[in-house]
């Protein structure tokens, strides 16, 4: 069965640190991949998707995921932090199922951005 | 461009009363649509999907129903609420398609207090 796994639930970074989050999944097949953010009381917002090609993809506010399949891992980067990356992260795999598209996610992960 | 809108933001009511959370989505024809649910400091639990009008699809057996009475509306609803109803209820929307790699995109949510 697909699944996602994001070991980090809580990670504390300082602004203008470097941040890696990382992300595992289960899939039988090619698969599609996403990371959402969410801010406090607010819904999620898509920051990159992966479906083929470059395994290198470029998202929105700054971020990069890096697919690697022989570690079944997608990572999400940022160069350097801002105190408004302050959220909850998601990792997603889209699956296939008989009658829809769905996506399955992983339990998230808290970034705090220290001063 | 695609907006999608839920209300109310925030609700609070008793145990034992009825619940109607709305989510309707502009811009796009014969969406697929989702209602998950946030529990505190957890992940997302999908609740329904469909992929038409008057077709829906639960995912877990639960205290509540959806319906979908016009293309791009979307609706959860409960004739009597549990303690264990109260949450973060998110409704999203993505491209119909039988595939998996649509993303899906998300309303801001309601915040669901049971007294």
């Known amino acids: 069965a697909q699944s996602v796994t994001q070991p980090d639930i809580h990670i504390t970074v300082s602004e203008g640190a470097s941040l890696e989050l990382r992300c595992n999944y289960s899939?039988?097949?090619?698969?599609?991949l996403f990371w959402y953010v969410q801010s406090p009381g607010q819904g999620l917002q898509l920051l990159l998707k992966?479906?083929?090609?470059?395994?290198l993809v470029q998202g929105i506010k700054g971020f990069e995921a890096e697919f690697k399949r022989s570690q079944s891992s997608f990572n999400l980067r940022k160069p350097s932090v801002h105190w408004s990356d302050a959220a909850e992260y998601f990792c997603a795999v889209g699956a296939l199922y008989s009658s829809a598209s769905k996506i399955i996610f992983g339990s998230g992960t808290r970034l705090s951005i220290r001063p | 461009s695609q907006t999608i809108h839920q209300w109310p933001a925030t609700l609070v009511q008793p145990v034992g009363s009825p619940l109607s959370l709305e989510c309707t989505v502009e811009g796009t024809s014969n969406p697929n649509l989702y209602w998950y649910r946030q529990a505190a400091g957890r992940g997302l639990q999908l609740l329904f999907y469909?992929?038409?009008?008057?077709?829906i699809s639960s995912e877990v057996p639960q205290n509540l129903s959806a319906s979908r009475p016009q293309d791009r509306q979307f609706i959860l609803s409960s004739k009597k609420l549990l303690l264990s109803d109260s949450g973060f209820y998110l409704c999203?929307?993505?491209?119909?398609?039988?595939?998996?790699?649509?993303?899906?995109?998300f309303g801001d949510g309601t915040r669901l207090s049971i007294l």
């Open positions: 999203a929307w993505s491209v119909g398609s039988r595939t998996s790699n649509q993303p899906q995109h």
């Open positions: 899939y039988g097949a090619t698969p599609y």
């Open positions: 992966y479906f083929s090609g470059d395994t």
């Open positions: 469909s992929v038409g009008i008057g077709q």
